[in-house]
């Protein structure tokens, strides 16, 4: 079992940034894939990012790209979600999620494991 941990989010103006972070609780973290996805109210659940367990292969949300970096730490068993320039409609609860393939993947019912979730609010 992978149990993961979100941290990191909070309240910050448009054009301002956060770093979030999950935690996973196991070394197996090296070998799966991690992604983030966000959940605005009202809303489905969206792609946000994903890595390779590498972190050779990056992929992002055409709504993020440019201004997000996702990243890990196989050593630390973290994931990382580095998000500059942010805008109101990055508004939402943000989870990261571990699944055991090797390609990257945007569909989250591809992912196995989750965390609680972080909620990010960008006022205007």
């Known amino acids: 079992q992978v149990q993961l941990v979100d941290s990191g989010g909070g309240l910050v103006q448009a054009g301002g940034s956060l770093r979030l972070s999950c935690a996973a609780s196991r070394r197996i973290f090296s070998t799966y894939t991690m992604g983030w996805f966000r959940q605005a109210p009202g809303k489905e659940r969206e792609f946000v990012a994903t890595i390779s367990w590498s972190g050779g292969s990056t992929y992002y949300s055409d709504s993020v790209k440019g201004r997000f970096t996702i990243s890990r730490d196989n050593a630390k068993n973290t994931v990382y979600l580095q998000m500059n320039s942010l805008k109101p409609d990055d508004t939402g609860v943000y989870y990261c999620?571990?699944?055991?393939?090797?390609?990257?993947?945007?569909?989250?019912?591809?992912?196995?494991?989750w965390g609680q979730g972080t909620q990010v609010t960008v006022s205007s």
């Open positions: 999620a571990a699944g055991a393939f090797t390609i990257p993947t945007t569909e989250f019912r591809r992912y196995a494991y």
